[in-house]
């Protein structure tokens, strides 16, 4: 059996190698390393992939999500609501840009944030809500859309996980996950669906007014050369990254798909566990595009669980093992502990299983035995 890994970056790169070596060495040979043509390119597929007006490229989905909040004009002091399940980058910026986090719980089946949630949250200081779409699945993002127009507030998704998802509205009609809020945010990090080989991010959104803004933001508030009309940041996509994500960008349905074959193995072989809950997928197939497979295990001692996996050289990953709110960084008086019900137990309960795009039988095999032999004998 192939060596277990988390994220198997080499074998992916072993298959596309050819092409995405020659993508670099063009931009090697056009000395083009700044908003080279290979930036432009990407941009524009990555356009018609999503169906989004604009997409702007920059260093990673952290200042992504940071200048999407910039363009928007969010002032100090605005309440911005979002999950207090999620990567820390997310609530990191709000705070950064001096608006006021507010975090929420999520739902217990698909881990996004919580409708009910938001609706308690608001007040007449909220003016945007953050929807992350948690492990490759979308936000119920129909709910949220209308609490923002009946609130008139702006929703920014973070779509760092969900590249290539596809939302189901319930009259039927599809859109790309990322394409629907006033603004969304994406991260290009190596282990992401569409991953390059560093940092780099995007920023897409249907509005053009926001996009021009948008697009001087990132270079140093500038619309005009050395004419700085607002405070801006340096925030560029890398030429030669925008090489690699040329190349691997007509593979991302592919490699979606193979997330979801993946995942459906482990749901097969975990079926009739009662001690683990497999993950909730709403709605259509392409709504999770599993940028991780996340278990909820009952009744067990997890990190036991961790270590034996770890002990029997399966990976595995905890995400994420502390909810935002008790983070020293993010704590606030106004919290009440009795409004985080379901962060507070998922973080005691969840383990994220190696998921990629090179997983083979037997590796998912030796993995759910492993994980049922624990489980059923602890
Ligand atoms: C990865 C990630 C980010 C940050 O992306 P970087 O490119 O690492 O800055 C933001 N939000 C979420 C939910 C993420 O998973």
């Given at each position: ?105 999520v739902d217990e089946k698909n881990f996004n ?20 779409h948690l492990f490759g699945q979308c936000a ?109 960008l007509p593979n991302l349905d592919t490699y ?123």
């Open positions: 059996m192939k060596k277990i890994q988390m994220v198997d970056l080499k074998g992916q790169y072993e298959k596309i190698k050819t092409t995405v070596d020659q993508s670099i060495l063009e931009v090697l040979d056009s000395t083009a390393y700044i908003n080279g043509p290979k930036v432009h390119e990407f941009q524009s597929n990555l356009e018609n992939y999503l169906g989004v007006k604009h997409v702007i490229p920059c260093a990673n989905g952290t200042d992504a999500l940071q200048i999407a909040m910039m363009g928007l004009g969010l002032k100090p002091g605005d309440e911005v609501i979002t999950a207090d399940f999620t990567f820390a980058a997310t609530v990191e910026v709000i705070a950064l840009l001096q608006l006021t986090p507010v975090l929420v719980d944030i919580d409708i009910e949630a938001i609706k308690k949250a608001i007040t007449p200081k909220t003016k945007a809500i953050v929807p992350v119920n993002m129909e709910a949220i859309m209308e609490i923002a127009q009946e609130h008139n507030l702006y929703v920014i998704e973070d779509n760092a996980q969900a590249i290539g998802a596809t939302y189901t509205y319930s009259n039927g009609e599809k859109a790309k996950v990322g394409t629907i809020g006033h603004v969304a945010s994406t991260s290009f990090f190596p282990s992401k669906n569409l991953g390059c080989y560093g940092d780099g991010g995007a920023i897409f959104t249907n509005d053009d007014d926001l996009a021009h803004t948008i697009r001087g933001i990132v270079n140093h508030g500038m619309y005009e050369r050395y004419h700085h009309d607002v405070v801006g940041v340096n925030s560029r996509l890398d030429s030669v990254q925008a090489a690699v994500l040329n190349a691997k979606n798909s193979a997330r979801i074959k993946a995942a459906n193995a482990y749901d097969k072989a975990f079926e009739g566990q009662e001690k683990i809950v497999t993950p909730h997928r709403d709605g259509a197939e392409d709504n999770h595009v599993f940028h991780q497979y996340t278990l909820r295990v009952l009744d067990t001692d997890r990190d036991a669980l961790v270590k034996h996996l770890n002990e029997n050289g399966i990976p595995c990953g905890v995400y994420y093992p502390i909810p935002l709110h008790l983070q020293k960084a993010y704590k606030d008086s106004r919290y009440n502990e009795a409004d985080f019900k379901v962060t507070n137990q998922l973080v005691k309960e969840v383990i994220s299983l190696p998921m990629h795009t090179e997983l083979d039988d037997e590796q998912i095999s030796f993995i759910t035995n492993t994980v049922i032999n624990f489980i059923n004998n602890n």
